[in-house]
């Protein structure tokens, strides 16, 4: 007979001195009050206030009751944030980052496809371990780095995910998409080139291409975001130099244009990186594989 709300309704009659007050206390109408008091009274067969001028004042069953409630209610408090916190225990979090690029338009792919089987994990994005997701993630600072650089360390596992290459991207009225299959590294002089902070490996490839071709270096433009690069290359104001894998919805929707970079072309091959002693509590195997299946689409190579 006696319910959750039932306790509720007399602590607040009892410590207001009356429904209307008690109403607002329980956010609802006075009537409404009035009516689960009644029906309370009746359930028990025994009146649990008084009305004394203008106010109810408990009886000696009212006062009982009142006495069990706010205990009652003090407990049950405490095991609905008990239960709260071990429900948040039992979730992990998986931090997850890519290097150099704001790369995460595989995201909406990956994460139903994980949380269907994993639904205990929260996936949260660092944009701030960006610049060195390896250093963050040996800090416990990621449970996942998406990387292009070599990662040579015991306490890791290394995932191959795929080979990509890096690509020019231009707007595709510029001048430069009249070239077919590829931009040389003399191309860029002259123009205004966007691109990330690069890794150390990154850099002296450019600079062996540059130094191949004795081609100046461009005016470099460090921009942190990969939208960024894409707003500024397609508003004509330069061209950018990334991951084809990075860049391609764009190139998929038509914003922008791509050219390999040099005719031999510069590979950047991804994996997925997280620790060893992770694994066993995190589903990290499983979300590199679902990485593995957002490999860029092979584009054949245009006609000279």
């Not at 290394?158 to 191309?187: G, M, R, T």
């Not at 791509?258 to 950047?268: A, Q």
């Amino acid at each position: 007979m006696l319910e959750v709300r039932h306790m509720r309704l007399v602590c607040a009659i009892a410590d207001t001195g009356g429904p209307t007050r008690a109403a607002a206390q329980l956010h609802l109408t006075q009537s409404a009050v009035s009516h689960q008091l009644a029906e309370l009274e009746g359930r028990l067969g025994v009146p649990l206030f008084i009305r004394v001028r203008r106010r109810l004042q408990l009886s000696e069953a009212g006062r009982h009751l009142v006495e069990f409630s706010r205990t009652a209610l003090a407990d049950l408090s405490r095991v609905e944030r008990e239960l709260q916190h071990a429900g948040t225990r039992s979730r992990e979090r998986l931090r997850v980052s890519t290097e150099c690029f704001t790369c995460y338009h595989w995201l909406p792919r990956v994460l139903p496809e994980l949380l269907r089987d994993h639904p205990q994990v929260d996936v949260q994005i660092v944009i701030e371990a960006t610049r060195q997701p390896i250093a963050a993630l040996l800090a416990g600072k990621l449970e996942l780095a998406v990387v292009s650089s070599p990662v040579r360390d015991r306490q890791l596992v290394v995932k191959h995910l795929f080979d990509d290459e890096w690509v020019v991207i231009l707007s595709p009225s510029h001048a430069l998409c009249e070239k077919q299959l590829y931009v040389n590294a003399a191309d860029l002089a002259g123009h205004t080139l966007f691109t990330h902070e690069a890794t150390p490996r990154d850099i002296e490839l450019m600079r062996d291409r540059l130094a191949a071709e004795q081609a100046a270096m461009p005016e470099i433009r460090i921009v942190p975001l990969t939208e960024a690069i894409v707003e500024l290359v397609k508003a004509g104001l330069g061209i950018g130099l990334m991951s084809r894998w990075v860049v391609s919805p764009y190139e998929a929707s038509g914003q922008i244009a791509t050219r390999r970079f040099t005719r031999s072309g510069i590979k950047e091959p991804w994996s997925a990186v997280y620790r060893r002693d992770a694994a066993a509590r995190l589903p990290l195997a499983r979300f590199a594989a679902l990485l593995r299946s957002c490999r860029p689409a092979h584009r054949p190579a245009r006609a000279a």
